[in-house]
């Protein structure tokens, strides 16, 4: 075997990822044996094997995680396993891990946790760690593989340390190189083929120093792995991210792009409990009552849908009935109810008018619709508000399909209608709820639907009380009817619903958020912000302060 | 060449290893263009914090969110910021990058006068009125003199005139103390304030400090500009003048001074006239609120930003004055100024905690206002005593003499963050948390 011996100093291309562990004082222990494994495989991919002997002190913290990083993220996390004294355990987690460096993963010990005082072992297998190979000095004939083990600078005693490289399968006997052997280890690693065929050199120091960080490395034919899984390594990227100096030589650089592979036995599971960031202010939360009509405008309902709400809505209270459908005309009732909001007066004082000017009116109606809101919302939560009526949506349809017979089905739907329509999917749930049974459908339905007084409707069932005089139609019908409303109101009424909506937009959506030219002028110290709702926060200082002189 | 770890630590946060931020009062200014903030992250021994902008807008953070938000404070390098949480942190890369990135945005708003609505925009949690328990106050109002050169028939001040008053060395070391417990915010009132020669001086000490310094006065010494640039030098930040009315007659009647209104507003012209945020105060009693339309008139065309309004306080000689409007009174009065300072582009302030069964100020829109006394402000006399606001005349505790725990947690602080001052009727009321039973001295008044 032609083994050669290069005396160079190696770069560590560590790529700004190896701050060194700051260890917890409260873990105590040693690393009496290590011993590593690493499968440089045919396909340029890495193999690591890892088995820690821990010695966990008398007075340590238990040995609940070990954090093994890793040189990058191209590694299959499902490629890996670890024991814990021969038992397999299945908390790893790269999400969890804490470990210096972008990458790695995290295992969790339990419950075979290393306990004060006790001894452990700690196998960790990762399969697969891909673009991990570079291109060696000797020429561009050769692919460099640099590797450093696990290190603990904490760690206490001494390790007896043994790391084996495998080379790629093929790798004839005079081929592959070792570098430098580090310090401690003998000049020559072992060689020879493994129970596999494979050449390996193998580094041993039974007196290592397990806080010491130990590199390791060869090169080998690059004929004996893919090329592209030979890195190609920029300088210049080096040079940004680790900022050497001028003297460190760039030949070495560009010469020794390798790996550095490295586990880390955290003792930071020590670091803080992670809350993510949360600010909060006093003021109001939910802002209740307001009407579905303003919930759905809250809610961002499509205006078709608002529009066919605030048409039930008007003549559920008896301002106003359908005298044709199609088009879409009404009549006024007298007397006015007196309850009617001022969006409900809009709305029907816009069907006094015809043509463009009934839909200017409409756009004017929502407008003002939307408007109020944006100022009845001042101070309150936005997102509370909507789960609230969200929850309430929720609630409301449970009621109905919670409801045992026709009759009951009827009767609660009617009393939450408005409700049920904020909805996303009420035009499937209505269908699927009213689908195979009778609807009894409430009084001012008949004022929305004029063929239901004359019935073009098969009566096929008794009223229910409380409903007296009420029809019962199909429900796939009257789920149709409820449907096909808001459609219609689209179609029969603004038209096109998107280009109602934009010249809706248009006026009422504000200046882009965080734009300082929508908002006044700056302000000196103690002044306080320009918003409206910030007045309504409570923690304000200037609630109560003091005027009154 | 160099090894291995000293190329490494020159990685890391230059002078500075992963720590939580030392508790304390940490103060930033601002600038962009227009926009000027005064900053002050108050963080406490449990790393919670609280984040005041121009001492006016308040939010609350949690460890994660004090030391996202001191980092970003501090300017720290983004790449820096995100390994000095890594490194303190049980957490994800990617997850604190990912909060990081969206903590720094959020900051950046909320730092801004202007920036986007906290509530409305930012989206951030929102707490129950009053439900924080701050281990002080954000401002502390010092009663510097009882001294006044007006004698208000409604006037709060229950004190003698000739009250004692500490030296000028004296509240200087208290604004070095106040400074000390993390409050960020003083207001210099009286009494007349401005009657002490030394205010432009204990301006200044409070500003070199980092506190926001504030002035609530009669305005009638700031008819002297020379006197007002003075406070300009020192760095006062804002100023509420008292203006009764826009009647002379009215005002000075109800202040009974003859000279009374035409220094007022001749200070309040020259303060308008300064960079400093200028507000007016007017408190509505049956004298003044009949011609409240022509006073906010008045108010605008001298181009005042900011109106306050409030009711009598029944406090000193409010007790007895029998002026005050009834609270009920109040809604048309508030619709009115409503109407006008939006329509004129002012911003409306108003004050009294009252009832909110008979005066909702929420609903009104003009916010959550109740009694703030002994959690948000508190006030030092001229003497040192500490009282829980400059309208309430019970001492609790001398802040030269006393520990500061002594004083916060005094019977009488505890009773009022409780509301246990209030009438019997509010005692079950759903309305309590926000309302606070309206201001504890008009509750006791009507008990009595």
């Known amino acids: 075997m032609r083994r050669i011996i290069l005396a160079v100093v190696i770069v560590l291309l560590v790529f700004s990822v190896t701050p060194l562990p700051i260890f917890a004082q409260d873990y105590i222990f040693s690393v009496p044996q290590m011993v590593v494994d690493a499968y440089w495989n045919e396909d340029g991919s890495l193999s690591l094997e890892y088995v820690f002997t821990f010695e966990n002190n008398a007075s340590g913290h238990p040995i609940d995680f070990v954090d093994v990083a890793l040189p990058n993220g191209t590694y299959d996390i499902n490629s890996i396993t670890a024991f814990v004294d021969g038992n397999q355990v299945y908390d790893i987690s790269a999400e969890d891990f804490l470990g210096e460096g972008n990458y790695g993963v995290a295992i969790g010990t339990a419950p075979y ?110 004929s004996y792995v893919p090329e592209s899984s030979i890195v190609t390594f920029n300088v210049n990227d080096v040079l940004s991210k680790i900022r050497l100096e001028s003297f460190i030589p760039i030949i070495c650089i560009a010469s020794f792009a390798g790996l550095i592979g490295w586990g880390i036995y955290n003792e930071n599971r020590k670091k803080m409990k992670y809350l993510p960031p949360k600010i909060s202010i006093e003021g109001h939360g939910i802002k209740r009552g307001l009407t579905a009509v303003e919930a759905a405008t809250l809610l961002e309902e499509p205006l078709d849908k608002i529009m066919t709400m605030i048409l039930f809505s008007v003549i559920k209270k008896g301002a106003a009935e359908v005298t044709t459908r199609d088009p879409l005309e009404l009549k006024m009732l007298q007397p006015i109810p007196e309850d009617l909001n001022s969006f409900e007066k809009d709305f029907l004082h816009a069907f006094t008018e015809t043509g463009a000017i009934r839909s200017k009116e409409l756009r004017d109606m929502v407008v003002a619709l939307v408007r109020s809101i944006s100022e009845k919302m001042k101070g309150f939560s936005r997102r509370e508000t909507i789960d609230y009526y969200r929850e309430i949506t929720r609630r409301a349809w449970a009621q109905v399909e919670a409801a045992d017979t026709p009759e009951v089905k009827s009767k609660k739907y009617e009393e939450v209608m408005e409700w049920t329509m904020l909805d996303r999917n009420y035009d499937d749930r209505t269908r699927d709820v009213f689908r195979n049974q009778p609807v009894f459908v409430p009084v001012w339905w008949g004022h929305y639907n004029p063929t239901i007084g004359g019935s073009s409707f098969p009566k096929t069932t008794a009223a229910p009380s409380g409903s007296a005089g009420a029809p019962s139609i199909p429900g796939a019908d009257f789920a149709a009817s409820v449907v096909t409303g808001v459609q219609s109101f689209s179609s029969k009424v603004v038209g096109n619903i998107s280009d109602f909506t934009s010249r809706v937009t248009s006026v009422t959506n504000p200046a882009p958020k965080y734009t300082s030219s929508s908002r006044s002028g700056g302000s000196r110290g103690g002044g306080g912000s320009s918003c409206a709702c910030a007045c309504a926060c409570a923690g304000c200082a200037c609630a109560c302060a003091g005027g009154g002189r | 060449m160099r090894d291995l770890k000293s190329i490494l630590r020159q990685l890391k946060p230059s002078g500075s290893s992963p720590a939580l931020p030392a508790p304390g009062l940490y103060h930033y200014s601002k600038e962009n263009g227009a926009e000027k903030s005064r900053i002050h992250l108050r963080i406490d021994p449990d790393q919670r914090s609280i984040l005041l902008v121009n001492a006016s807008r308040i939010v609350h953070l949690n460890p994660t969110a004090t030391l996202m938000a001191y980092l970003v404070l501090q300017q720290t390098n983004q790449e ?41 925009e930012l989206d951030l949690d929102v707490i129950a009125p009053f439900s924080s328990q701050p281990s002080a106050p954000y401002r502390m109002d010092l009663a510097i003199t009882y001294r006044c050169n007006n004698n208000c028939s409604h006037c709060y001040n229950a004190r003698p005139r000739s009250y004692p008053e500490l030296t000028t060395d004296q509240w200087i070391s208290i604004l070095d103390r106040i400074w000390a417990l993390g409050i960020p915010h003083v207001v210099f009132t009286g009494g007349e304030p401005t009657l002490r020669a030394d205010l432009p001086d204990l301006i200044a000490h409070a500003e070199l400090n980092g506190q926001i310094t504030g002035l609530n006065t009669n305005g009638r010494r700031l008819a002297d500009n020379s006197f007002v640039q003075d406070l300009v030098k020192a760095g006062l930040d804002h100023v509420q003048i008292t203006l009764e009315s826009h009647d002379p007659d009215i005002h000075n009647e109800m202040v009974d001074s003859t000279q009374a209104w035409e220094q007022t507003v001749a200070g309040l012209r020259n303060v308008l006239a300064t960079s400093m945020y200028v507000m007016t105060n007017t408190t509505m009693l049956r004298p003044n609120s009949p011609y409240l339309e022509k006073t906010l008139d008045f108010l605008a065309e001298l181009g005042v930003p900011t109106v306050g309004l409030n009711a009598l306080i029944y406090s000193g000689r409010g007790l007895d004055v029998d002026s005050g409007l009834e609270e009920e009174e109040l809604h048309p009065l508030l619709k009115l100024a409503t109407n006008l300072t939006t329509a004129r582009g002012q911003r409306l302030i108003w004050y009294t905690p009252t009832e909110y069964c008979r005066f909702d100020p929420v609903q009104m829109e003009l916010g959550v206002k109740g009694c703030t006394a002994a959690r948000y402000n508190m006030c030092i006399e001229p003497n040192g005593d500490v009282i829980p606001c400059q309208s309430f005349y019970q001492s609790v505790g001398n802040i030269l003499q006393d520990s500061w725990e002594s004083i916060w947690d005094h019977e009488i602080c505890h009773k009022l963050r409780e509301h246990s001052m209030i009438q019997v009727k509010c005692q079950s009321c759903a309305l309590l948390a926000e309302c606070g039973g309206s201001c504890p001295l008009r509750s006791m008044a009507l008990s009595i």
């Open chain 1, 113 to 222: 946790v290393i306990p004060r005082g006790g001894l452990g072992v700690v196998q960790v297998r990762i399969g697969k760690i891909t673009n991990v190979l570079h291109t060696a000095s000797e020429g561009e004939n050769y692919a460099s593989a640099v590797f450093r083990p696990a290190y603990f600078t904490t760690a206490t005693g001494s390790t007896d340390m043994t790391v084996t490289f495998h080379l790629p399968p093929g790798v004839q006997s005079e081929e592959p190189r070792y570098f430098a052997s580090p310090s401690g280890f003998p000049d020559t690693p072992e060689s020879d083929f493994d129970s596999d065929g494979r050449i390996f050199y193998r580094w041993h120091n039974p007196n290592a120093n397990s806080s010491t960080s130990y590199e390791f490395g060869a090169s080998f034919p690059k």
């Open chain 2, 80 to 120: 820096q910021a995100i390994r000095w949480i890594s490194g303190l942190y049980k957490v994800s890369k990617s997850q604190v990058i990912n909060d990081y990135t969206q903590m720094a945005e959020r900051v950046d708003e909320l730092v801004r006068p202007d920036g986007a609505c906290p509530i409305h």
